[in-house]
């Protein structure tokens, strides 16, 4: 094989060679000129510091684990608020987590939002307190409602009117229990200027009107007739009926003429007495037994007849407070003994409704439910269906779950369990799903109460 020599020229190589490092200097000094302006621009723009690579990545671990921690504490109020510990236990509630997240972002989107649904939720137990009759628990969910709603006059005025209609009560009870009627009446006046005409406010008018009955009659049957006359007076003032203002005026022109019969004398007096003392019925000497046997002598005495009313109004007084009391054991002789004494049946009728709704809410309060509703029988606002398992799917496996739960007062679904089910990897699924309901509160006679409901999910592929 033969080599091929090459010569290189060597006319002009060393002129070349010096053009060609004059070129390549200019070009390198150009070049490291751009560079050097290129790294001040970037290192100082208008004297700001600007971060680099390892500066950035610092920055954007900190800032995802911060965003990390704010999407757990969000998971973990929704957690909290779907398994019912909305306020409670203190540091492990829906309130807890969301208001974490707001001290940390308070325009933060989901927290706010979160923050919304636990003062829902405080409105609809409001709702329930008011329907309750409870004021004292009004006046604690109103102050929450206002200690997380700063600034919102609502909510503030919402919080004093619930303080007001609180101290009012307490005072009504304790002039009415001194005999103060006009104390009584006044702080009525205030009830009903702050709560309307509910329940609460009617029955203090009940009572005072009552009270003032009874004082009339019984002043008119030991012949005191101005003191009568002034009790009539006062309680025409509060709008009595015309049967008992009749009846009363009646009783008091009697008791200016008074019959002059010894024994009858001692009878009526032992019956005001027996009435004074809350003897009404049971025995000889019980008012209902001792008004009758004035009648028996004077058939057409209007004190007796007056006593006899004070009696059904006495008995229907009694059982109203024994009921709200939960003094169930006693109701029953009590409603028969208003039979006998002559109350009205839509009276009875409506104690009876009474009855039933404080049972119902005393049973479902100690955990003792009935038979429980089906999810049908009920009205739903909101359902939400559950999610398949993805180890359920896998595996091929298809089954159900029966569920038994809480609808509160609210409509709100609460204390969920689990009956029976064809497997367990179907539970937490189905429990989600029905935490997810709504309902329209049901009404017992007209008013909210939590009920009991069952519910079956059937899951097939």
């Known amino acids: 094989m033969s080599v091929q020599a090459v010569t290189l020229p060597t006319t002009g190589a060393k002129a070349d060679a010096a053009g060609l490092m004059r070129s390549f200097g200019v070009a390198s000094l150009v070049v490291l000129l751009g560079v050097a302006a290129a790294w001040f621009y970037v290192k100082r723009v208008g004297d700001a510091p600007v971060l680099f690579e390892d500066d950035m990545l610092f920055v954007e671990t900190v800032e995802r684990r911060r965003r990390s921690g704010v999407e757990l504490l969000i998971e973990q109020g929704e957690l909290a608020y779907a398994a019912g510990r909305i306020l409670e236990p203190q540091f492990d509630s829906a309130l807890y987590f969301y208001q974490a997240v707001l001290a940390e972002d308070a325009q933060h989107r989901d927290a706010r939002l979160g923050l919304d649904r636990v003062i829902d939720w405080l409105r609809g137990e409001l709702a329930a307190a008011r329907a309750a009759e409870d004021l004292q628990r009004e006046v604690a969910v109103t102050a929450r409602i206002a200690e997380l709603r700063p600034g919102d006059e609502r909510a503030a005025r919402e919080a004093l009117i619930a303080r007001r209609k609180l101290a009012s009560w307490g005072q009504f009870e304790a002039a009415l229990a001194s005999g103060d009627i006009s104390e009584a009446g006044a702080q009525y006046r205030e009830l009903r200027a702050l709560r309307g005409a509910d329940a609460v406010a009617d029955a203090g008018m009940e009572r005072v009107v009552s009270t003032l009955v009874t004082q009339a009659r019984i002043a008119a049957n030991q012949g005191d007739v101005e003191r009568a006359q002034s009790a009539l007076d006062e309680a025409v003032e509060w709008g009595i009926d015309f049967e ?87 109701i029953p002789q009590l409603l028969e003994d208003a ?106 006679h007209g008013r909210p109460v939590p009920v009991r409901a069952a519910l079956r999910f059937n899951y097939r592929m």
């Not at 059904?312 to 709200?324: D, F, V």
């Not at 159900?400 to 689990?418: C, I, K, M, Y």
């Open 339 to 444: 039979r006998r004494a002559g109350v009205s049946e839509d009276q009875r009728s409506a104690l009876r409704r009474e009855l039933e709704y404080r049972e119902h809410v005393a049973a479902m309060r100690l955990g003792r439910y009935g038979e429980p509703f089906r999810v049908s029988d009920l009205e739903v606002i909101t359902e939400r269906a559950p999610v398949y398992p993805r180890a359920a799917m896998t595996r091929q496996i298809e089954g159900w779950v029966d569920l038994e739960f809480t609808v509160s007062a609210a409509g709100r679904v609460e204390d969920v369990h689990v009956r029976e089910s064809s497997a367990s990897v179907f539970h937490q699924t189905s429990i989600d799903a029905v935490e997810g309901y709504q309902f329209a509160p049901y009404l017992l």
């Open 244 to 330: 008992t203002e009749t009846s009363l005026n009646a009783i008091i022109t009697e008791a200016r003429t008074p019959v002059r019969d010894g024994a009858f004398e001692a009878t009526l007096t032992a019956a005001v007495g027996a009435l004074e003392e809350g003897r009404l019925m049971g025995g000889d000497d019980s008012a209902w037994e001792l008004f009758q046997a004035v009648l028996r002598e004077h058939p057409d005495h209007s004190g007796a007849h007056g006593g006899i009313l004070e009696v059904r109004a006495a008995l229907g007084a009694r059982t109203r407070e024994a009921i709200a009391a939960e003094q169930f054991d006693t």
